[in-house]
């Protein structure tokens, strides 16, 4: 499969969200640090995705990452 960046704009169109990291470890780290539940949800918008962990509606983590 090609690299994203072999892509035009006019296919990007299909997607609700395009994403690219240049170091994976900084995200992993983020989501370590959230990581006590095995469920989270995802909101996705145009500034970035939030992850949310809630546990038993008492402990709730969010994590922001923003996009460009």
Known sequence: M???TQYNEEEYEQ???VA???NVR???TV???IHFREHATCFATKNGIKVTVEN???VQANAFIQGL
């Open 2 to 4: 090609p690299l994203l």
């Open 15 to 17: 997607y609700c969200l």
């Open 20 to 22: 690219s990291l240049d």
């Open 26 to 28: 900084n995200l992993s």
């Open 31 to 33: 989501l370590k640090a």
């Open 56 to 58: 038993a509606k008492c």
